[in-house]
């Protein structure tokens, strides 16, 4: 056995760790062996002396004030609003969704589009920067469709967060 797997039985001997036929293991050991004793004593005699340091310390701390301290921090600590929520869920999943709605209208446009009718034969897009101010960024989607449709726009607005990110 090396010492120090040695000295991490006799340190979980001492604070009473080990399983009981292991403790006895040890016990036995202790009555056979003074060097493994006079660890042992050592463990015990700087638990004793840490228990008194920690008991002296706690009579001179003063505890009085701490419940108000906390009780201050809670209260100035409200939760979010609805709308606060809200608005930080869409600010999160506000992308995904408008990810995922664009799949399923693109995905309902393949399955319903009525036989026998040909796309048009221009499909040209054009993708611009819309300026909304500081606190948004706008994108322009069009797409050239024929004279009896016209054209269709999408624009997106999306609005950034204090960090810059969209």
């Known amino acids: 056995m090396s010492r120090s797997t ?21 016990r036995e050991r202790l009555q056979t062996d003074p060097e493994a004793r006079g660890r042992v004593e050592a463990l015990e005699s700087m638990r004793g002396m ?3 340091a920690a008991s002296a310390s706690a009579d001179e701390a003063d505890f009085s004030k701490l419940w108000g301290r906390v009780r201050s921090g809670i209260e ?24 995922a709605t664009a799949a399923v209208v693109v995905a309902l446009a393949v399955l319903l589009w009525p036989a026998g009718v040909t796309p048009p034969a221009n499909n040209d897009a054009v993708i611009e920067s819309l300026d909304v101010g500081p606190e948004a960024v706008g994108t322009i989607f069009t797409i050239t469709g024929p ?11 999306t609005e950034t967060s204090a960090e810059g990110d969209k």
């Open 76 to 99: 100035r600590e409200q939760p979010p609003s609805l709308s606060e929520r809200i608005s930080g869920w869409f600010r999160r999943w506000g992308i995904v969704a408008a990810t």
């Open 147 to 157: 004279k009896e449709t016209g054209d269709t726009t999408v624009i997106w607005v």
């Open 6 to 26: 040695d000295d991490t039985d006799l340190q979980r001997y001492c604070d009473g760790e080990l399983g009981a036929r292991r403790a006895r293991q040890v």
């Open 50 to 52: 840490l228990q008194q």
